[in-house]
């Protein structure tokens, strides 16, 4: 066991590690119907001899992760308290769609998908996640009275897209945008075939608002863990990348 323990740790050691959430301010995007995240320097050094924040926040604020509740109430039992541990701990490959330069409403389909899959070499299959890069957080995500803009615009994938990923039997599907394949125009969403049809409803995961996913190409391992919120429909996370 000792010999295992050390191969990991050499093994980690040798890999580079890249922090997939944004930090939480004040002032981040929210989803638009979801709660502000207040963020309170309530205890201070120089009122109470030391220092501690409160917070309030959604299960939905920052980079987080969706669970079947979410969107399907007879899915109970798969709130984020009772998932596997390690349900967002898997190889992942990253798909950079950044340079389409998609607007606002656009979708990605199977056929980006497919030759993405080809230029790279690699695709996401059985027991993966998969995680979309729109470059949309790079360029929008932001903390002054602009920011919501990216909560309220974003681009999305097709419902074939969301097929694809579920018949490959990947474990979760995440993107930098505030909903990963539902397309976003000025505050009104489109079409949500991933978390109404086919990846919340089989128990695929859904994750939003991950960061820095420019600076991993192809495959890397993925290491994220859930809040055990009880009963949580979600939960803020704060994932890394071993590449």
């Given at each position: 066991?000792?010999?295992?323990?050390?191969?990991?740790?050499?093994?980690?050691?040798?890999?580079?590690?890249?922090?997939?959430?944004?930090?939480?301010?004040?002032?981040?995007?929210?989803?638009?119907?979801?709660?502000?995240?207040?963020?309170?320097?309530?205890?201070?050094?120089?009122?109470?001899?030391?220092?501690?924040?409160?917070?309030?926040?959604?299960?939905?604020?920052?980079?987080?992760?969706?669970?079947?509740?979410?969107?399907?109430?007879?899915?109970?039992?798969?709130?984020?308290?009772?998932?596997?541990?390690?349900?967002?701990?898997?190889?992942?490959?990253?798909?950079?769609?950044?340079?389409?330069?998609?607007?606002?409403?656009?979708?990605?389909?199977?056929?980006?998908?497919?030759?993405?899959?080809?230029?790279?070499?690699?695709?996401?299959?059985?027991?993966?996640?998969?995680?979309?890069?729109?470059?949309?957080?790079?360029?929008?995500?932001?903390?002054?009275?602009?920011?919501?803009?990216?909560?309220?615009?974003?681009?999305?994938?097709?419902?074939?897209?969301?097929?694809?990923?579920?018949?490959?039997?990947?474990?979760?599907?995440?993107?930098?945008?505030?909903a990963c394949e539902v397309p976003l125009v000025?505050?009104?969403?489109?079409?949500?075939?991933?978390?109404?049809?086919?990846?919340?409803?089989?128990?695929?995961?859904?994750?939003?608002?991950?960061?820095?996913?420019?600076?991993?190409?192809?495959?890397?391992?993925?290491?994220?863990?859930?809040?055990?919120?009880?009963?949580?429909?979600?939960s803020p996370l704060r994932p890394i990348a071993?590449?």
């Amino acid at each position: 066991m000792a010999d295992r323990v050390g191969e990991l740790a050499r093994l980690f050691g040798s890999m580079r590690i890249v922090d997939l959430a944004p930090k939480l301010e004040r002032g981040i995007p929210r989803f638009p119907s979801h709660p502000h995240f207040v963020l309170d320097k309530t205890v201070t050094h120089g009122r109470n001899g030391y220092y501690c924040q409160s917070l309030q926040l959604a299960e939905h604020t920052g980079c987080h992760c969706d669970a079947p509740p979410h969107n399907h109430p007879a899915m109970m039992d798969s709130t984020v308290d009772k998932l596997p541990i390690d349900s967002l701990i898997a190889p992942a490959v990253v798909y950079d769609f950044a340079s389409l330069d998609l607007q606002p409403g656009q979708l990605i389909d199977v056929s980006h998908i497919e030759d993405m899959e080809r230029k790279m070499g690699v695709q996401a299959g059985k027991g993966d996640i998969a995680l979309v890069n729109f470059g949309w957080l790079k360029r929008h995500w932001r903390t002054d009275d602009r920011s919501q803009w990216y909560a309220n615009n974003s681009p999305g994938m097709s419902e074939g897209v969301a097929v694809l990923f579920k018949e490959r039997g990947v474990k979760a599907v995440g993107a930098d945008t505030v909903a990963c394949e539902v397309p976003l125009v000025d505050g009104h969403y489109g079409n949500a075939p991933g978390h109404e049809r086919h990846w919340l409803p089989n128990g695929i995961l859904i994750l939003e608002c991950v960061a820095n996913l420019e600076q991993i190409s192809g495959r890397c391992f993925f290491v994220a863990l859930p809040l055990p919120i009880d009963e949580g429909s979600g939960s803020p996370l704060r994932p890394i990348a071993l590449v």
